[in-house]
């Protein structure tokens, strides 16, 4: 690109970055607070990154999605189910918000708006020489390789062991290969017919069949609840008028309720409702439907309040929120009979021994159940581990399904565990033996568990740390 090229090209990043700036601090102050809401740690990550010249480095501004020291307990590239991601990091991710800070670089003449990703130093090491050239410009916000390659989490296989070499030998030359092509080509027009064809295409690639396939049963659950909602409000204002709501009255009702279908189910995905496994509801769930929805209520009598309908009754609002709750509750306690046929799920917790559980069938939800409800018990579930993939990201009494033995490593490093209990009653011999054997080589504790009274009876638990195997000596 000549100079005259380059200097137009920075005034456009400049005009741009500055007045997106100015229209969206608002949601830069509402993402900063749900951030420290949500967990411990800075608002921003920042973090090393390849800029323009062989050599040359800089800091780069995201907001942050992870917990703190998640780069010292684990890969340097983040993996399907990453457990080291917050839940307010989910959506961020999801969203491609937490990218958002990346604004400041680009006014601060790090980065532009359009160009190859950023990409970590040590990767750098890596470029193949034909592709040395993509260091030659600034790195964008928005670029070909972020565009075509937006699933590139995907791209690894399930149960892959060695996400960087994988990465290095099968995703990086792809990348590279397009990111030579924006360099070669780059232009002040390119660069803007890309940042608008660029975001309708991101936007676009966030709506996939696959992923409505994988999420079916939640939109369910999610629909459902969202005609409780209403349901249950309308109910409240019959109850309050004594069934005879008079006409004035719903101009209130519909205002009202068109601030509690955008909230609430915003605070309940918050909660991680539609990640609760509705085959085993317990305690736990639905406690968590009692803070979703005491919480969403309150926000929606702010709104009201704020919106100038202060006439509304908040005697109304106590009601909904009673009678939301004893909904949510009742059919997903129905659910759960049609899905598992019975049984009561109890969980309270009083432990010290953190423990994975390898199963998510009859037996390890009976593990779990037990584990929880005992106030005398030593052991805290933190994770279940499951070769079925379809389970991955749900959740069975409030404890999520982090994946399968290929993320035992990452799971017990992130969560400290001290000990995997591996159901016999769910896992075939080859699943079993698999597990055994990660554990084996990360020197990780494990039980079979052919009934959970074995472990309970214990007084005092003897943990027995597995032999590790020699590389040579592995099956």
């Given at each position: 690109?000549?100079?005259?090229?380059?200097?137009?090209?920075?005034?456009?990043?400049?005009?741009?970055?500055v007045?997106?700036?100015?229209?969206?601090?608002?949601?830069?102050?509402?993402?900063?607070?749900?951030?420290?809401?949500?967990?411990?740690?800075?608002?921003?990550?920042?973090?090393?990154?390849?800029?323009?010249?062989?050599?040359?480095?800089?800091?780069?501004?995201?907001?942050?999605?992870?917990?703190?020291?998640?780069?010292?307990?684990?890969?340097?590239?983040?993996?399907?189910?990453?457990?080291r991601?917050?839940?307010v990091?989910?959506?961020?991710?999801?969203?491609?918000?937490?990218?958002?800070?990346?604004?400041?670089?680009?006014?601060?003449?790090?980065?532009?708006?359009?160009?190859?990703?950023?990409?970590?130093?040590?990767?750098?090491?890596?470029?193949?020489?034909?592709?040395?050239?993509?260091?030659?410009v600034?790195?964008?916000?928005?670029?070909?390789?972020?565009?075509?390659?937006?699933?590139?989490v995907?791209?690894?296989?399930?149960?892959?062991?060695?996400?960087?070499?994988?990465?290095?030998?099968?995703?990086?030359?792809?990348?590279?290969?397009?990111?030579?092509?924006?360099?070669?080509?780059?232009?002040?027009?390119?660069?803007?017919?890309?940042?608008?064809?660029?975001?309708?295409?991101?936007?676009?690639?966030?709506?996939?069949?696959?992923?409505?396939?994988?999420?079916?049963?939640?939109?369910?659950?999610?629909?459902?609840?969202?005609?409780?909602?209403?349901?249950?409000?309308?109910?409240?204002?019959?109850?309050?008028?004594?069934?005879?709501?008079?006409?004035?009255?719903?101009?209130?009702?519909?205002?009202?309720?068109?601030?509690?279908?955008i909230?609430?189910?915003?605070?309940?995905?918050?909660?991680?409702?539609?990640?609760?496994?509705?085959?085993?509801?317990?305690?736990?769930?639905?406690?968590?439907?009692?803070?979703?929805?005491?919480?969403?209520?309150?926000?929606?009598?702010?709104?009201?309040y704020?919106?100038?309908?202060?006439?509304?009754?908040?005697?109304?609002?106590?009601?909904?929120?009673?009678?939301?709750?004893?909904?949510?509750?009742?059919?997903?306690?129905?659910l759960?009979?049609?899905?598992?046929?019975?049984?009561?799920?109890?969980?309270?917790?009083?432990?010290?021994?953190?423990?994975?559980?390898?199963?998510?069938?009859?037996?390890?939800?009976?593990?779990?159940?037990?584990?929880?409800?005992?106030?005398?018990?030593?052991?805290l579930?933190?994770?279940?581990?499951?070769?079925?993939?379809?389970?991955?990201?749900?959740?069975?009494?409030?404890?999520?399904?982090?994946?399968?033995?290929?993320?035992?490593?990452?799971?017990?490093?992130?969560?400290?565990?001290?000990?995997v209990?591996?159901?016999?009653?769910?896992?075939?011999?080859?699943?079993?033996?698999?597990?055994?054997?990660?554990?084996?080589?990360?020197?990780?504790?494990?039980?079979?568990?052919?009934?959970?009274?074995?472990?309970?009876?214990?007084?005092?638990?003897?943990?027995?740390?597995?032999?590790?195997?020699?590389?040579?000596?592995?099956?």
């Amino acid at each position: 690109m000549s100079k005259r090229g380059a200097a137009g090209k920075r005034a456009l990043d400049l005009l741009m970055s500055v007045g997106a700036m100015l229209l969206i601090w608002p949601l830069f102050l509402l993402i900063a607070v749900l951030i420290k809401l949500d967990s411990r740690g800075p608002v921003f990550f920042r973090q090393e990154r390849a800029g323009a010249g062989e050599g040359s480095t800089f800091r780069i501004f995201k907001f942050r999605t992870m917990i703190v020291g998640a780069y010292r307990s684990g890969a340097r590239l983040t993996v399907k189910r990453d457990p080291r991601i917050t839940q307010v990091g989910q959506v961020l991710r999801w969203t491609k918000l937490d990218e958002l800070p990346q604004l400041l670089n680009v006014i601060l003449g790090d980065m532009s708006l359009v160009g190859p990703r950023p990409e970590d130093p040590y990767f750098v090491n890596f470029y193949d020489q034909k592709y040395r050239g993509v260091l030659s410009v600034k790195p964008g916000l928005i670029g070909p390789s972020q565009v075509e390659g937006r699933d590139e989490v995907e791209m690894y296989p399930d149960g892959c062991e060695d996400t960087e070499r994988y990465y290095i030998e099968n995703i990086l030359p792809e990348k590279l290969a397009r990111d030579m092509e924006y360099v070669e080509q780059a232009s002040v027009t390119s660069d803007l017919a890309f940042l608008i064809g660029g975001f309708f295409r991101v936007v676009a690639s966030q709506f996939k069949g696959s992923f409505f396939s994988r999420v079916r049963g939640r939109l369910a659950l999610l629909s459902m609840d969202l005609g409780l909602i209403v349901l249950s409000y309308i109910v409240a204002n019959f109850i309050h008028f004594e069934w005879n709501l008079p006409d004035s009255a719903w101009p209130f009702v519909v205002r009202t309720l068109f601030a509690a279908v955008i909230l609430k189910p915003l605070v309940f995905i918050y909660f991680g409702l539609y990640q609760r496994s509705t085959r085993w509801v317990g305690r736990r769930d639905l406690a968590a439907i009692v803070k979703a929805v005491t919480l969403s209520s309150a926000l929606v009598v702010a709104v009201t309040y704020l919106s100038g309908l202060q006439a509304h009754s908040r005697a109304v609002f106590v009601v909904d929120a009673a009678l939301l709750v004893f909904l949510m509750c009742s059919f997903r306690y129905a659910l759960r009979q049609v899905l598992s046929g019975a049984g009561r799920a109890n969980a309270t917790t009083s432990t010290y021994i953190r423990v994975l559980v390898a199963g998510s069938g009859h037996g390890a939800e009976s593990i779990l159940r037990s584990l929880l409800e005992d106030p005398k018990s030593r052991f805290l579930p933190v994770g279940i581990i499951d070769h079925e993939p379809h389970r991955w990201g749900g959740l069975i009494h409030g404890v999520r399904v982090m994946g399968g033995a290929a993320d035992i490593a990452l799971s017990a490093t992130t969560h400290d565990v001290d000990m995997v209990l591996v159901s016999l009653a769910d896992l075939d011999p080859s699943i079993v033996r698999d597990v055994t054997e990660a554990c084996s080589k990360l020197g990780i504790q494990y039980r079979l568990i052919p009934a959970l009274s074995d472990v309970l009876s214990q007084e005092d638990p003897q943990l027995v740390r597995a032999p590790k195997f020699s590389h040579e000596g592995r099956a």
